[in-house]
């Protein structure tokens, strides 16, 4: 069997955001093609927080060169992991997650320095992989893939479900702070039948919770933390409405997620997310720079047509079943890896 080498900067358990659920979705039908193994920083390391994970995961993948080149072909989420293997002439497919420059919302005040050498590693990504594959906008010379999701819950009904939910990294670029604006702003009526969940860890987490202390919103907003990623969909398939505000993004796994289990989405229009949100349908899309109060009517607009909303966020979420979509990755696969036997 094809031997193929998985390259993470950190754990799938661990991983920011939808990285980690994004690779085990895919990898369970992986794994019926393919002998695979995961390279990713070892829990020592991950423990260390005042160097990056990105540079200790550059250094990590350089000694482990003679391993490397044992396998037959690489699959890298990492783009530091790619840029070290291409620099060993190792044979790999890179997959972009979200924004190409993960610096650009880097958590060390140092990060903005290191813009132009991540916008260099990308190029060199870009120029070296067999195939490049995008979760975010296609664009030339990248294939789109889809977040490949794979559960078993059943849908909800939606008189089961309550409340709002947040899911991703508490960084200033996801900007949560406007989305407990936009929640103050609701009648009493609906938030005290609508808990606002916020989900993930991150450097804003502290600013998050003065915010939600001086709005007196203590009983009405709830920062629930890192979740696996099975109680985070549990916790999704029981709101009903996923609520984003970023600035920029690729396709958030935490949006494939809703649209799986029926629940509408508010956002703005950023990334790849207009491809798959349509206005008035399955959610509603908000310009970047939209005003809180836009928002509020947003969720309302949701609230007063709720199962027509949800009928369609589900029929939309049908797409990413993760089976199908490591069909059509094993196809590509297969495509190189009889090139590189020539």
């Not at 990713?40 to 927080?49: A, F, H």
Request: glycine share 8%; hydrophobic share 40%.
């Amino acid at each position: 069997m094809t031997k193929v080498a998985i390259l993470l900067t950190n754990s799938p358990e661990t991983s920011y955001g939808g990285i980690g659920p994004f690779v085990k979705n895919l990898d369970v039908h992986l794994t019926k093609h393919y002998d695979l193994n995961y390279f990713y920083l070892p829990e020592r390391l991950e423990s260390v927080t005042i160097v990056p994970h990105r540079l200790l995961y550059a250094i990590y993948i350089f000694f482990k060169y003679f391993t490397l080149k044992k396998y037959d072909f690489i699959i890298s989420h990492s783009p530091e992991g790619s840029f070290v293997v291409s620099k060993f002439g190792m044979s790999y497919v890179h997959v972009f997650h979200g924004n190409d420059n993960p610096v650009s919302m880097s958590r060390f005040w140092y990060g903005k320095y290191f813009i132009s050498l991540f916008d260099y590693m990308s190029k060199t990504i870009a120029k070296n992989s067999l195939i490049t594959y995008t979760v975010g906008n296609e664009i030339d010379g990248r294939k789109k893939i889809l977040n490949p999701i794979s559960h078993d819950f059943v849908l909800k009904e939606t008189s089961q479900r309550s409340g709002f939910i947040f899911a991703g990294r508490l960084e200033s670029g996801k900007r949560v702070g406007r989305l407990i604006e936009a929640y103050a702003l609701l009648p009493s009526t609906i938030r005290d039948k609508n808990i606002f969940k916020i989900a993930g860890k991150g450097s804003q987490l502290s600013f998050l919770k003065n915010r939600i202390s001086e709005l007196g919103l203590q009983e009405q907003v709830q920062l629930i933390g890192n979740l696996d990623n099975r109680s985070l969909i549990e916790q999704i398939s029981s709101s009903k409405i996923l609520m984003m505000a970023s600035e920029f993004e690729g396709f958030p796994m935490a949006i494939a997620e809703a649209l799986s289990v029926g629940v509408p989405i508010i956002s703005t229009s950023v990334g790849d997310i207009p491809s798959f949100i349509r206005n008035g349908e399955n959610g509603v899309l908000l310009d970047k720079e939209y005003l809180d109060e836009d928002y509020k009517i947003g969720i309302e607009k949701i609230l007063s047509n709720y199962d027509h909303f949800s009928s369609n966020a589900y029929s939309t979420g049908k797409i990413f079943d993760a089976e199908k979509i490591t069909d059509g990755l094993v196809k590509d696969l297969s495509v190189v890896l009889n090139n590189l036997v020539k």
